[in-house]
């Protein structure tokens, strides 16, 4: 291997490793700047629905989650939906694997339907039976919470529901353009995580950054060691080839 070649190997690599560390670092203070905007809002007067479907008019892309809406507080008086309940898949608390449940509700009969969060079931060994949930009975309902948007996934961002008769639909990310079209009815671009269900006491998680500053932080710390031991390692390497010669 040549010096040059060497050299120009090292060089891209080791900045490649350290551009990343740093990179880790600007999202740990990214996501404690975040914490503390949510921190705020849980603090601030819980909003209405006008409100609400205000602040969902602008569309945030995937790399502004300072514009989701999520940790505000949020009251309404809404009447259950007669549609399916939903089951978003694939979701793990507290070491289990299983389903987040929803129920759709209507604030007036003009104004999009909301999600409202039922909590977490486990799923069973066997797919094909789903979670026996009851949907809430019919009648007007105070609720009143924290509402949540999830971050678009670039890898899978489609619904893929799997629906059967008489059974809840079950689907695997919370794209609402593409529910609204499924059930013909504008819904909501937020999710409602009530403080309290009625007829319900499921677990609620609630984890609003999915990767914490400390974790972050980690990262960083990670990146720039490799970079540290790639370096010395080039080193090395430099070392015995000027040895040889």
Avoid: C
Avoid at 57 to 86: C, F, H, M, W
């Amino acid at each position: 291997m040549s010096r040059v070649l060497l050299v120009l190997i090292t060089l891209v690599v080791f900045t490649l490793l350290v551009k990343l560390g740093f990179w880790q670092l600007s999202r740990a203070e990214f996501k404690q700047q975040w914490q503390q905007t949510l921190v705020l809002r849980e603090q601030q007067a819980a909003i209405n629905y006008t409100q609400l479907l205000s602040l969902t008019q602008t569309e945030p892309t995937d790399a502004e989650e300072a514009a989701l809406l999520t940790g505000y507080r949020l009251s309404i008086n809404a009447t259950p939906v007669k549609q399916p309940l939903l089951l978003l898949d694939n979701q793990v608390y507290q070491g289990q694997v299983g389903y987040l449940a929803y129920q759709l509700f209507e604030v007036t009969p003009d104004s999009p339907w909301i999600l409202v969060e039922l909590g977490f079931v486990s799923a069973g060994k066997d797919r094909q039976i789903l979670p026996a949930l009851t949907p809430i009975t019919a009648g007007q309902y105070q609720l009143t919470g924290r509402v949540y948007q999830k971050q678009a996934n670039p890898l899978s961002d489609g619904l893929h529901p799997e629906m059967q008769v008489d059974k809840p639909i079950r689907f695997q990310n919370l794209a609402m353009p593409a529910l609204a079209k499924l059930l013909h009815h504008d819904i909501a671009a937020a999710v409602l995580q009530p403080d309290s269900v009625p007829q319900y006491s499921l677990p609620q998680p609630w984890v609003p950054i999915p990767l914490s500053a400390q974790k972050h932080q980690g990262y960083a710390l990670q990146w720039f060691t490799m970079a540290a031991v790639f370096l010395g390692l080039m080193i090395w390497v430099a070392l015995r080839q000027f040895r040889h010669q």
